[in-house]
């Protein structure tokens, strides 16, 4: 079992910066694909990025977000930079266990708003 907490959301105006943070509480830690996701309300739940080994990127944040994790410390970031209105939404962490392809335990969500 693992529990994630997200952190790190607000108010920003487009072209600010902002961290995320996705804190995970269980055991091996290390071994677990890890997502980020948003959703904006009525629509669905968006990919932004995945780090399991190596690293990816929805088109849209790409080259504007970057994914970091710390395994000692049981923690993932992700940080935006450049950020737009259309990045607003609820931010997810996700954790996908290893050799599963789906993502089995999920955060609560961390709100992010950027005004233009």
């Known amino acids: 079992q693992v529990q994630l907490v997200e952190s790190g959301g607000g108010l920003v105006q487009a072209g600010d910066s902002l961290r995320l943070s996705c804190v995970a509480s269980g055991s091996n830690f290390s071994s677990y694909g890890l997502g980020w996701f948003r959703q904006v309300p009525g629509k669905e739940r968006d990919f932004v990025g995945h780090?399991?080994?190596?690293?990816t990127y929805a088109d849209s944040v790409k080259g504007r977000f970057t994914i970091s994790r710390d395994d000692a410390k049981s923690t993932m970031w992700l940080q935006m930079t450049s950020l737009k209105p259309e990045d607003t939404g609820v931010y997810y962490c996700a954790a996908q266990p290893p050799g599963k392809a789906s993502y089995n335990y999920w955060g609560q969500g961390t709100q992010v708003t950027v005004s233009s």
């Open positions: 780090t399991r080994g190596r690293t």
